[in-house]
């Protein structure tokens, strides 16, 4: 055997050796979890024979408490770069099998190694979270490894998709990089994020409550908003990743890949899925499933502030945000959750050139004591700014009803839509027909023989004047009224004339939303 067959013996002999990561029993521990390793991960998600790794060979930097003595294969987190559907990514997944995941001042390096990569690349950035968190053994070092993790998520953010993958643990300061990226994905009974741990909660509060019902999967993608994808196994969260991936752009200078354009599927007729009496609740994602190519939306945060719908479909081939009022959940109020919910969205598509569309049927903003004190007028104000701050095209469809600050605050023409149309059964105003003709009319209906009769002789007064489309039209606050089955086609239009839309901002360092 030559010198040279011998060395690249050693070679292969050394990476089987980190590939075996924490040995045979913590593989089996974690597999026991029902959890792949770190490296069965990268290989399931990535395009086949695409994963490139780096820094493989690197060694933790611990020097006290007896780490001087201990061998971490590849300090505990796997980095690199690769495909999916065709596209660049780089990843980094953290091992638990090697002294649990732990971030040490290696371990961070590693990371903010392949984040530097993804920026100076122009790719998207893939986190796979499985940690204990900072390593003690190290102390500071540890903490400024995360901080210099979270200096990279905000450097990076609006430039390149970042995207984090919770498969285990993710614990204390850690979780402060998913918060920071813009997409989290969770798997049920296997993802677990929380600021303090329940030991901690009950030693300080003297609460007892699970792991899971702190913070698992589902209490992120239904109650808290952390997390924007819901799945109940790995595999099906690599299928979520991979299909996000083919419908977003590489970095902000460019547009996501434009595919074959097709038509929506036939069982979706538009032109009976909305009732023509307002009070009738349907599903709006039927509405976009029979506006988008092949009828396929992916649904971002599906679970949480379902009063809203937003997620992505194609509209011949393009790639197109779509926000819609959920008239399913009550009514498509907007209220402090969907109006935050909304406004990260729209800030997503505005910073990656996703074009707009925003299909409007709500009654407004729900009142309520509940929701004054939570701050709505706040968080109201988070989605005005969006939609006002955005530069993409941005198209509105009036399906039914547009009340009150509703109307302004769904993607109106004042907020500079590119475009507005309006079906002609919607209903545009201050507010609804019937407060409306109790205020105004309230002495006619008060003073009548029959004050039944009389309201509903206001109310239909008031619809005719004021709650119909036409006067909105009348003043150029809507472009056209439409036919219901005339929609893909005026939106596929706009999408075509506003594609090399160009409008310019002020000139100044940065807004100030109101976060």
């Not at 690197?58 to 796997?78: A, Y």
């Not at 984090?164 to 969770?186: E, K």
């Not at 109790?438 to 206001?458: C, Q, S, T, W």
């Amino acid at each position: 055997m030559s010198v040279e067959d011998e060395k690249v013996l050693e070679l292969q002999h050394r990476k089987e050796k980190i590939f075996y990561g924490g040995g045979a029993k913590a593989i089996e521990k974690q597999k026991a979890m029902g959890k792949l390793t770190a490296r069965e991960r990268i290989i399931a998600l990535l395009d086949e024979g695409s994963f490139h790794e780096y820094d493989i060979f690197v060694e933790h930097d611990g020097r006290d408490f007896g780490m001087q003595d201990k061998s971490l294969p590849g300090d505990g987190v796997i980095i690199g770069t690769g495909m999916i559907c065709g596209q660049p990514i780089a990843i980094f997944a953290q091992d638990f099998t090697v002294a649990g995941g732990s971030l040490g001042f290696m371990h961070a390096r590693k990371i903010t190694k392949i984040m530097d990569y993804a920026l100076n690349m122009r790719i998207p950035l893939i986190g796979i979270n499985d940690s204990g968190g900072a390593r003690i053994q190290e102390g500071v070092n540890a903490l400024a490894g995360y901080g210099e993790i979270f200096f990279r998520n905000t450097l990076s953010s609006g430039v390149i998709p970042q995207i984090s993958v919770i498969l285990g643990p993710c614990a204390g300061g850690a979780v402060y990089s998913p918060a920071l990226t813009d997409f989290v994905f969770v798997v049920e009974n296997i993802s677990k994020m929380f600021i303090t741990g329940p030991e901690v909660i009950k030693t300080v509060l003297g609460e007892e409550i699970s792991m899971e019902e702190l913070g698992g999967a589902r209490v992120h993608s239904e109650m808290t908003g952390n997390a924007h994808f819901f799945a109940t196994s790995e595999e099906e969260c690599f299928v979520q990743i991979r299909k996000l991936i083919s419908m977003i752009p590489m970095n902000n200078t460019t547009k996501a890949e434009k595919i074959a354009p097709a038509a929506p599927l036939p069982q979706y007729d538009i032109t009976s899925i909305v009732p023509n009496d307002p009070t009738v609740p349907y599903d709006v994602r039927d509405v976009i499933k029979a506006l988008v190519d092949e009828s396929e939306f992916l649904e971002v945060m599906e679970l949480f502030a379902a009063n809203i719908v937003v997620g992505f479909g194609r509209v011949a081939g393009e790639t197109v945000g779509f926000i819609a009022n959920q008239p399913l959940v009550m009514a498509g109020v907007l209220d402090c959750d969907s109006s935050d919910k909304a406004a990260r969205f729209i800030r997503f598509c505005d910073c990656f050139n996703i074009p707009i569309v925003t299909l409007e049927d709500l009654p407004g903003y729900l009142p309520g004591v509940d929701q004054e004190h939570a701050g709505v007028i706040r968080h109201g104000a988070k989605m005005l700014y969006a939609y006002s701050e955005a530069t993409v095209p941005s198209i509105t469809v009036v399906l039914r009803k547009a009340y009150g600050g509703g109307y302004i605050a769904m993607g109106s023409r004042h907020l500079r839509a590119d475009f507005v149309f309006a079906w002609p059964l919607a209903e545009i105003a201050v507010m609804g027909p019937e407060g409306a003709a109790n205020i105004i009319f309230k002495k006619d209906i008060v003073g009548a023989e029959n004050p039944a009769e009389m309201r509903k002789l206001k109310i239909q007064e008031y619809k005719e004047k004021f709650a119909n489309p036409y006067v909105a039209a009348a003043k150029g606050y809507i472009d056209s009224v439409i036919a219901p089955a005339e929609t893909r086609m005026f939106i596929e239009h706009a999408l075509k004339v506003s594609a090399h839309k160009n409008r310019s901002q002020p000139n100044k360092k940065h807004g100030n939303p109101p976060f």
